[in-house]
């Protein structure tokens, strides 16, 4: 939460210049405070596990959030007890009349199909639509992010040599953006994907920016100007044990997987991963949370 200080305060200008967020005196009066409507689709196969790991991240601010979940209604998950979904799940036909100040689109393990082969993506595309104009901001993970890139700027992505699966070293290039206000100038974070977008190509779209990028990893967070989209490449929302489980998990499929990088102590399997990107995490959340959404979406919702 932003510091409360009065608007003379010498202190006020050096805090500013640093990208210390806080509110003056005259905000603070003025502003309406409500809980944050927040719409989580979660498009992927265990969705309690994913749900648990964006709730922990979505939990860590003192920020009221009222939590809605939704699932596509044209693809049913078979990996998730209908007894869940029925009872915590609702469609986009049940909420597509109402608006919400945050979107957040998981990734899915559809990324080696092309768009338009993917079961939902007719109901994804109306989605997106009903997000421009319902939605104050949108956060996409991963294969999200993709699709989000391809259906507004038709973006393409890319099959990768390998699958891009570990720990990666990011930069933070844009140290004064709302979204990254508190990171490191070097942080890191988790990927498991078959497919990557590139740089040249989000910079063809003057609207778009890279915020953070990676040597081995490429384009990581791509914001628009407005402040209102974010696609995140990664998953920074994994837990410590993640990678790890579907590491084992293809080797017993016996599928061809190497070590993830940077993961395992010595890359030896037998050993616990740190987990070392836990505060990056926390941070991105709670920062679109807080300056991206709750301290520039309209207090009525019907003004969007």
């Known amino acids: 939460m932003p510091i409360n200080i009065p608007d003379t305060l010498p202190a006020l200008a050096t805090l500013e210049k640093e990208n210390i967020f806080v509110m003056t005196e005259q905000r603070a009066q003025s502003q309406d405070i409500r809980p944050l409507r927040i719409a989580i ?3 992927m196969p265990k969705k309690i596990e994913t749900e648990t790991q964006l709730l922990r991240v979505l939990g860590n601010t ?3 959030v009222d939590i809605e979940l939704l699932q596509t209604a044209s693809y049913s998950s078979k990996n998730t007890p209908q007894e ?10 049940e909420i597509k009349n109402e608006r919400f100040d945050g979107l957040i689109v998981t990734g899915a393990p559809v990324e080696q199909m092309p768009f338009e082969e993917v079961d ?4 994804l595309c109306q ?5 421009s104009k319902n939605v104050f901001s949108c956060l996409f993970i991963c294969w999200a992010a993709q699709a989000a890139l391809y259906y507004g700027y038709g973006i393409e992505k890319y099959p990768l040599d390998e699958k891009l699966f570990g720990i990666f070293r990011h930069y933070n290039r844009i140290p004064s953006h709302p979204l990254l206000r508190g990171f490191d100038e070097v942080f890191y974070a988790p990927h498991s994907r078959h497919t990557e977008v590139l740089a040249e190509d989000i910079l063809k779209h003057p609207q778009l920016e890279i915020l953070s990028d990676s040597e081995e990893a490429g384009a990581y967070i791509i914001g628009d100007k ?3 989209n974010f696609y995140v490449t990664g998953h920074s929302e994994y837990d410590p044990m993640t990678l790890a489980s579907e590491y084992f998990r293809d080797l017993d499929k016996g599928l061809p997987i190497s070590i993830p990088k940077n993961y ?6 037998g050993k616990t991963p740190p987990h070392v990107w836990r505060a990056h995490a926390h941070l991105l959340f709670t920062n679109w949370l807080n300056y ?6 309209p207090y009525d919702l019907e003004r969007l």
Do not use: S
């Open 264 to 269: 395992f102590p010595d890359d030896d399997p």
């Open 127 to 131: 989605i997106f639509d009903w997000a």
């Open 62 to 64: 003192p920020i009221q």
């Open 120 to 123: 939902y993506w007719p109901e």
């Open 292 to 297: 991206c959404v709750y301290q520039q979406t």
């Open 84 to 93: 869940h979904l029925i009872k915590f799940y609702r469609t986009f036909d």
């Open 41 to 43: 689709l979660n498009l």
């Open 226 to 228: 407005a402040h209102r």
